[in-house]
Nanobody, 124 residues
Framework: VQLQASGGGLVQAGGSLRLSCEAS????????MSWFRQAPGKEREFVAA???????FYGDSVKGRFTISRDNAQNMVNLQMNSLKPEDTAVYYC???????????????????WGQGTLVTVSS
């Protein structure tokens, strides 16, 4: 499984960005797809997940501002980020796993596959 994240960049506070992650994998629809982020000096933080049934889950810090979606025909997961804040600055990673259970979605150690990360910088 290979994951390729894209869409990061520099944006002003209050702005929007859309991240995408393309998966090179068979049976993409069978994977839970998630986004994590990691700021300098901090632990990797859960951002959002979307499961096989397209139910979505969000970290508390992004609820109401970020939206995760998936396109199974394109093997793609997207993260629409609105009302961005300087504290959203981080490297964003997409992750995938077939077997992960709901209670573990927020745990980075439970994912088998990771993309390379894309940098999001939000200026104040």
């Amino acid at each position: 499984v290979q994951l390729q994240a894209s869409g990061g960049g520099l944006v002003q506070a209050g702005g929007s960005l859309r991240l995408s992650c393309e998966a090179s994998v068979d049976s993409f629809s069978g994977y839970v797809m998630s986004w994590f982020r990691q700021a300098p000096g901090k632990e990797r933080e859960f951002v959002a997940a979307i499961n096989r049934g397209r139910y979505s889950f969000y970290g508390d810090s992004v609820k109401g501002r970020f939206t995760i979606s998936r396109d199974n025909a394109q093997n793609m997961v997207n993260l629409q980020m609105n009302s961005l804040k300087p504290e959203d600055t981080a490297v964003y990673y997409c992750a995938a796993d077939r077997k992960i259970i709901v209670s573990s979605y927020s745990r980075p150690d439970q994912y088998d596959y990771w993309g390379q990360g894309t940098l999001v910088t939000v200026s104040s």
